[in-house]
């Protein structure tokens, strides 16, 4: 058996440096066979600084994808860049929104991106949440409403493409795949304190374009399991939107990083 730890929105940096090292050291003292990493590390000026952080704490390969928070200050094209880069750099640092499928186990395939909150879900068009992401991130400051979710639904659209790509080339090679998004792909998993995110909320918290797509490919690949881990809402809940589908999202609190879950595979 093999042991997969799994965090998400970790926020690092909200934390003084002691603090970030006693996270990290816990997470080490795992063990873990691999750490996945599911988003909003840090921001854009210092979220490669923590994945440095990260590998020189953590023996085991890390795998992670991208939130939000790590483009504030920043831009969406530059921080991934600089995240590619420093993975050339760092053997055991994959980011797998620049990725295909990695190997976890025998059985176990592992797909990955960033996602977005595409806009698509709840009423976009009437909410009044006005999302940081809308100041703080470069390719979605100063436009305009109907301008703005024309670019969500493109973040969205090209979320989409790459698991239309990736997962059906897991299931080929395996039996279950873990994907990893930091938002979640259907409504149903978009949770905040035990509840399901209204319209207001839901279209900044949901990528329905991946969820489409996910249950579009599993519907046609009932022998095999797919599970999902996201974060994105800071609030945990799970759903089974088919049978072989499962979608967890993770719980998180600003300033307390968590480990979410410790799976074992074989």
């Known amino acids: 058996m093999k042991r ?63 939130g939000n928070h790590d483009y504030y200050h920043g831009s969406i094209a530059q921080v991934r860049h600089e995240a590619t880069e420093l993975c050339r750099l760092r053997p055991r640092l994959h980011y797998l929104t620049a990725m295909d499928v990695a190997p976890l186990s025998k059985h176990v395939g592992l797909v990955g991106h960033d996602g977005w909150a595409d806009g698509r879900a709840g009423d976009f068009g009437r909410s009044m949440v006005s999302m940081q992401d809308y100041k703080l991130i470069a390719e979605l400051s ?36 873990i994907l990893l998004k930091h938002v979640p792909p259907l409504r149903d998993a978009c949770w905040y304190e035990g509840r399901i995110s209204d319209d ?6 949901t990528c329905q374009a991946v969820g489409e797509t996910i249950l ?19 609030g945990s809940g799970e759903t089974h939107p088919l049978p072989n589908v499962t979608i967890i999202t993770g719980g998180a609190e600003y300033g307390h990083p968590a480990i979410q879950r410790v799976l074992e595979i074989d």
């Open 4 to 66: 997969i730890a799994w965090l998400t929105d970790i926020h690092l940096n909200f934390l003084l440096d002691h603090q970030v090292d006693q996270f990290l050291l816990s997470v080490a003292e795992l063990r873990s066979d691999a750490v996945l990493v599911g988003g909003d590390i840090a921001e854009a000026l210092d979220v490669c600084n923590y994945l440095e952080r990260m590998v020189e704490a953590i023996p085991a390969p890390i795998y992670f994808v991208l």
């Open 142 to 177: 100063g436009l305009k409403k109907q301008s703005r979710w024309e670019k969500l639904n493109a973040l969205g659209n090209e979320a989409a493409a790459h698991i239309q790509r990736v997962l059906p080339l897991a299931l080929e090679q395996f039996r279950e795949v």
């Open 200 to 205: 207001q909320w839901a279209p900044h918290f």
């Open 216 to 234: 579009e490919i599993m519907a046609t690949h009932r022998e095999k399991q797919l599970t999902v881990f996201c974060g994105h809402t800071h």
